[in-house]
């Protein structure tokens, strides 16, 4: 089981997509715990995405079609908000 570590903004850092059956604990900053499935982590990994792209304007694969360029790999959200009571839909 792997941990993750809320930080003081609310947020937990993904780097990668979770397999979907792990089991991943977090620990949020008022010292409780909660065990997320990778596949939920997955989900709000994705709709952190999708409120990054519509705040700045990107289609759904990440470019900007006013400019024809894509955004620059770096710009794929790591922090995804996360708050208790997220483990379930």
């Known amino acids: 089981m792997s941990n993750l570590q809320q930080d003081a903004d609310g947020n ?7 397999p979907k059956g792990v ?7 008022d ?3 909660e065990e997320f499935t990778g596949q ?6 994705e709709a952190a995405n999708a409120a990054f792209r519509l705040a700045n304007s990107l289609d759904a694969k990440g470019f900007d ?4 360029k ?3 790999r770096n710009k794929i959200v790591e922090f995804v908000p996360i708050r ?4 379930t839909r």
């Open 12 to 18: 937990v850092r993904m780097r990668a997509i979770y």
């Open 70 to 72: 894509p955004v620059a």
């Open 23 to 29: 089991r991943v604990n977090v620990i949020f900053t």
């Open 65 to 68: 079609r006013n400019k024809g």
């Open 84 to 87: 208790p009571g997220m483990s």
């Open 40 to 45: 939920r982590l997955n989900e709000l990994r």
């Open 31 to 33: 010292g409780t715990q």
